[in-house]
Each structure stands twice: as C-alpha cells, then as structure tokens.
C-alpha cells in the first residue's frame, strides 16, 4: 500500500494547485476504501485494481475537477466490481459524493442489460444523465479511456471481438459524449484509440507518416504558443492564443471528406489566435499586425494564405488563415 499512498499523496498536492479548500481527510478516506474493496482485483491491464482508480483521478485532476470528482473517480468502480453494499458509499461518504457513484453504477447497468439495442438509443440514455449531474459523465469518460489504454497495452492478447467492441463503443457512445463537454483532449485520444482498433492498418499508415508522436507534436504546439505568446506581448497586441496537434484519426477523417492525400493535410499543428474585440480596439487591424509578427518568427509560406476579413464568407465568418513552417531541429517542420 505505501507504493500508492505516495502516488495518492502526489495527487492531493496537484488538486491543492488549482482547489481551494480541500478536505484531505474525505480523499484519504476513499483513497483507503478503495484499496481494501479492491485489494484482490487486478484490472484488464493485470495491474492492482486500484492503480486503474488512481489514473482515473489523475486525468480528472488533469482536467482540473472538484476534488469530490475525484474522490468519486477513486470510488468509483466499488458498486460495478466488488460485492460492497451500495449505501456503505452514503454511509462513509454522504449523498453527494453516493449520487455520483451511482450514476457511474447505472451506466454500467445500461450498457450490461443493453447489450443488443442500437448505440444511438445508449448515447441518449448516457446524455439524459448530464441533466441529473454533469461530473458523472466526466468520470466516466476519464474510465472508459483508461480503459481503452488499458486495451490497446495488450492488444496482441485480445479477443478480435472484444477489440472491435471497444472501438464501436467508444466511437459511437464516448466520443460524442466528449465532444458534447467539450473535453477535446479526451475525445481525441479516444478517437485515436478506437480507430486504432477498428482499422488498424489505415492508423499506422497514417502514423507512420508523421514524423513525430501526438506527444513530440504537443511538446512542439507548447513551444510555439510561448514563442507567440511572448511576441505578441512585446507588440502590445491583446489576445488569446490556443494550439492543437491534429490526431491520427482527425486527419484520417479529413483525408476521406475531402479526397486529400496526406500531404496535402496542411494542419496537423494548428495555432488560433483570437484578438480583443470592443471599445479601443481595432480587431482586423490587430488580425493583420498578428500575422506580422508571427510571419517575422517564422517562415512564411505564400502560397496557403487566405484573407477572409477582405473576403468573408457566405456565413459571416472573418479571419486570416495562413501557413508557416516550424523547424526546431531541421526544416521539415509544418
């Protein structure tokens, strides 16, 4: 147990980064119900059941949740996997915290009584659960996606069945469910996985010919937004900037949508900037002195430029696309 408890300690130090007050008694607690309830499990993975509760808390801390979430995160596979009386969790652990485990316990049942019906009629039954507490949702998307790692860890081990399972679920229930909250971190390592299960040989080729993994292009993205950020500054120019490394499966879509072969994918690292709007400011002249500044940190590309402030769309929408090249280590970059 001490090799979790440091582990679970971390934990309630990253909560207290971002969570303030935080009842470390309450999450102490559940951390060591948690361990007994599932002292003799292992998890799909082979590891101790409770190393798959404690990445379930981890990516709820990531995502910067309630600490009740995550407490809920820790408890919650105890009504699904062990033999523990439901109203024990109120006992111990009061309504609040027993509404969010059995919620997490009434998916589980849709999906075990349900095995048969149509995934559209699963997704409205899980999205009707949004209404009663949105956090049970979240919870859940945090397990099914370590469950999916979990998965994709043994995969030469698996039944080909349950492998297509996990990607039909997932495609057709999960990723609408993240993309619905928003949470597009999520819902794009869930899209990865379950293409990964579901086509595996169009997933590798596409992975094959990324020069670098999704994490080697989020390292990059985390630099550029600094070295814009930083720049922008410098120029007095008010604004959000936001960077996304496309997925494997997000490229596989636009490729098929739009008949593109992979070179012709021209944001597989994609920078938004948004400049301040209102009283003494002057947005398309600050879109323009934007695209400057960011033309004068790195290469241009002429070629791929579009200008819809001078020519907006049908629908109204107005901004500058434009395309330059990034080449920390070479000058392949993009």
């Known amino acids: 147990m001490e090799r979790y408890r440091e582990q679970f300690t971390g934990l309630i130090h990253r909560i207290k980064e971002y969570s303030n007050p935080v009842d470390d008694g309450l999450i102490k607690r559940a951390f060591e119900f948690s361990f007994d309830a599932h002292k003799d499990q292992l998890y799909i993975s082979g590891e101790p059941y409770i190393e798959h509760c ?17 407490v809920a995160g820790l408890l919650h596979a105890i009504t699904v996997d062990t033999d523990i009386d439901k109203e024990i969790i109120k006992e111990e652990f009061g309504k609040n915290l027993y509404d969010l485990v059995i919620g997490l316990y009434q998916i589980s049942e849709l999906h075990f009584r349900n095995k048969h019906i149509k995934q559209t009629d699963k997704l409205r039954k899980l999205v009707l659960s949004i209404a009663r507490d949105i956090r049970v949702i979240v919870i859940k998307l945090a397990d099914r996606l370590i469950y999916m790692r979990a998965i994709n860890a043994t995969l030469e081990k ?40 579901l086509e595996p040989k169009k997933y ?24 814009i950020k930083h720049s922008l500054s410098k ?76 020519n907006p769309r049908d629908n109204g929408y107005q901004s500058i696309h434009a395309k330059v090249i990034y080449a920390p280590n070479s000058t392949n970059g993009r």
């Open 54 to 70: 404690l990445k379930v808390a981890e990516i709820l801390i990531d995502l910067k949740m309630d600490y009740e979430t995550v």
């Open 158 to 197: 698996r039944n080909s069945r349950l492998v297509k399972d996990a990607g039909e679920k997932t495609m057709a229930i999960y990723v609408p469910l993240a993309h619905r909250l928003g949470i597009s971190k999520i819902k794009q390592d869930l899209e990865d996985l379950a293409f990964k299960f």
């Open 204 to 227: 590798e080729n596409i992975r094959l010919r990324l020069a670098e993994s999704r994490e080697e292009r989020d390292k990059h993205i985390e630099q550029i937004v600094g070295i």
């Open 235 to 310: 120029a007095g120019i008010l604004c959000q900037v936001h960077g996304r490394s496309k997925s494997i499966y997000s490229i596989h879509r636009k490729m098929v949508n739009r008949g593109y072969s992979f070179d012709q994918i021209n944001d597989i690292l994609a920078i938004r900037i948004i400049v301040k709007d209102g009283p003494g400011h002057d947005r398309f002249r600050d879109c323009y002195a934007a695209l400057s500044v960011v033309q004068n940190e790195f290469e241009p590309v002429h070629e791929l430029y579009s200008d819809y402030i001078q």
